[in-house]
């Protein structure tokens, strides 16, 4: 059985600032991790993902995670935050041996102050 | 390349009816999965369709079935619709390990 725990459903964080989003994970499996981007009436855009290679992950938009086993942990962070992304992200875990159903947390919606 | 897509965009049904939602993938992707999102929740996995055939399934009713075309394309049915199915139905496609997804199909049922 697989899940993944988002800490903090709503993160605001003044526009320049670091963005910090964080993802804890379980899985009896090795885990591949995503992270995915919603704006409001869309659907889902990849970030990002970890598929066992590098434990850095870089990804789209200048986002990056770290998978830290030890921690069960694929936080998101960027160094500096634009308004475009206001957004809600969703971290999801899935199996590794390919075409694996994602699960999903519940979200955090990133709010950006001026 | 056109990434997937989805019809309609959105629908009312009323309690007890039944629907059909359509999802194209992108275009070399031969998996699809579906989920439903409902209001301020994460997507949660209905079931995915690889070489036509249902290849795993989440935990939900069979009132919630599928079904893939030759051409990779697939449907979503749902019978006897409940207030609670109002949703937003996502489908994705993968060729592997990366699910792209559409923009979704938002379902309310009145």
């Known amino acids: 059985a697989q899940s993944v725990t988002q800490l903090g459903s709503h993160v605001s964080v003044s526009e320049g600032a670091l963005v910090l989003l964080r993802c804890n994970y379980s899985?009896?499996?090795?885990?591949?991790l995503f992270w995915y981007v919603q704006y409001p009436n869309q659907g889902l855009q990849l970030l990002l993902k970890y598929t066992s290679a590098a434990t850095l992950v870089k990804g789209i938009n200048g986002f990056e995670a770290e998978f830290k086993k030890s921690e069960t942990s694929f936080h998101l962070t960027k160094p500096s935050a634009h308004m475009s992304d206001a957004a809600e992200y969703f971290c999801?875990?899935?199996?590794?041996?390919?075409?694996?159903?994602?699960?999903f947390g519940t979200g955090t919606r990133l709010t950006i102050i001026p | 390349d056109a990434g997937v897509t989805q019809s309609p965009t959105h629908l009312i049904k009323t309690r007890g009816q039944q629907v059909t939602l359509r999802c194209s993938p992108k275009s070399g992707h031969d998996t699809v999965s579906w989920y439903q999102q409902a209001l301020g929740q994460g997507p949660q996995f209905i079931f995915q369709y690889y070489e036509e055939e249902e290849r795993q399934r989440g935990n939900f009713p069979d009132r919630f079935s599928g079904h893939q075309f030759p051409n990779y394309s697939s449907e979503l049915n749902v019978n006897a619709l409940l207030l609670g199915d109002s949703a937003l139905y996502l489908c994705?496609?993968?060729?592997?390990?990366?699910?792209?997804f559409g923009p979704g199909t938002r379902l309310t049922v009145t």
């Open positions: 999801a875990v899935s199996g590794s041996f390919g075409n694996e159903k994602l699960t």
């Open positions: 899985s009896s499996v090795p885990p591949y």
């Open positions: 994705a496609s993968s060729l592997w390990n990366e699910q792209y």
